[in-house]
């Protein structure tokens, strides 16, 4: 596709159940980013890949949260046991190259009752 | 640790205003910067990127400045359009890694 894609764009989900967001990049990019965004609130870095090898994982915010791209370009995020905490718009972005501009897809937002 | 602010928080303003967004970031090593808008529920639009030995990025009626050793970019909007209301997001991209660090965001609204 022409940009990045993420599904899907709402997810409900009750408190305790797991969640799996899908990241689709921009063909070719090899960086590809996860980031948080909390109502009223700037995104906020979760994890980063560099082909299928996640190079910084210093943002996820406890061990319940996991992202994997096994074959360098879909890219999924996944939250265990979700808490009302959990709840924002989860953004994906990807990179031609590691300082390149970021192109962001539409988000995931999530909200956990 | 890199923290970047945004003033003001929002803005108002009527149409045709020439207008300036400030952004500030405490640690001027930085690999670049970047100027994002982001409309409501929408992504984030990539609007400019300024390296960090350029001074200043123009688009149109765009203009973004960058002052590293301060450690302050400003954007300037020219005759501002109701269409240009949004919220507008700058970033900044250290030396290490490709993550960006965001302030919260200037939320604009340009009223006919």
Known sequence: GAGVSQSPRYKVAKRGQDVALRCDPISGHVSLFWYQQALGQGPEFLTYFQNEAQLDKSGLPSDRFFAERPEGSVSTLKIQRTQQEDSAVYLCASSLAEGGTQYFGPGTRLTVL | ?112
């Open chain 2, 1 to 112: 640790k890199q923290e970047v602010t945004q003033i003001p928080a929002a803005l108002s303003v009527p149409e045709g205003e020439n207008l300036v967004l400030n952004c500030s970031f405490t640690d001027s090593a930085i690999y670049n910067l970047q100027w994002f808008r982001q409309d409501p529920g929408k992504g984030l639009t990539s609007l400019l990127l300024i390296q960090s030995s350029q001074r200043e990025q123009t688009s149109g009626r765009l203009n973004a400045s960058l002052d590293k050793s301060s450690g302050r970019s400003t954007l300037y909007i020219a005759a501002s359009q109701p269409g240009d209301s949004a919220t507008y997001l700058c970033a900044v991209r250290g030396n290490q890694g490709g993550k960006l660090i965001f302030g919260q965001g200037t939320e604009l609204s340009v009223k006919p």
